[in-house]
């Protein structure tokens, strides 16, 4: 008997000791995954990235300066939804010599409901053209536009 006692405690021991390895792993890979790839700030795809990582962080100066002169004039007052819980996904770009179309998904978490976690996912678009040598935004979805001086032209 004392033998079968023994090797219950051996195989319990041997369950844990693979449960607590399993979860030391998907520990490892969630904090180790890190930040997104940054992309090429001089591509369309990187001027996006970089706006909407603005916009999210509350950096409406880094933002207003990936935007046409354009987009500044006479914008009115913009109230986008909260960011905190937004992510954005790039879907697909279109590049021609003077413009091009970036469309992303647009993904916000709900923490609750009565089934747990929950998403909202759409796709958009944002329209830039090429000035001086640069891309910049001329239009955003309404979920990252930004409006620093309302009604101001420059």
């Known amino acids: 008997m004392h033998t079968l006692a023994g090797t219950k ?4 021991i041997v369950i844990l000791g693979t449960i607590v ?3 030391l792993v ?5 904090f180790t995954r890190g930040a997104p790839e940054l992309l090429d700030p001089n591509t369309p795809e990187g001027v996006v990235q970089a706006y909407s990582a603005a916009v999210i962080a509350g950096d409406e100066d880094a933002a207003e300066k990936l935007l046409t002169a354009e987009a500044l004039v006479g914008c009115g007052p ?4 909260p960011t905190n819980s937004l992510r954005v996904v790039l879907v697909s770009t279109t590049v021609r010599p003077k413009s091009a179309d970036v469309v992303v998904s647009l993904v916000t978490s ?3 409901g009565p089934f747990g976690a ?3 996912e759409f796709e958009s678009n944002f329209d830039l053209v090429r000035a001086d040598g640069a891309w ?7 979920e ?3 409006c620093p001086n309302p009604m101001v032209t420059k």
């Open 144 to 146: 990252l536009s930004i």
């Open 136 to 142: 910049l935004i001329e239009t955003a979805p309404w």
């Open 9 to 12: 405690d051996r195989t319990l």
């Open 26 to 30: 998907a520990l490892v890979v969630v």
């Open 21 to 23: 390895a399993l979860v």
């Open 110 to 112: 709900y923490d609750d």
């Open 118 to 120: 929950s998403e909202y």
């Open 78 to 81: 913009v109230e986008h939804g």
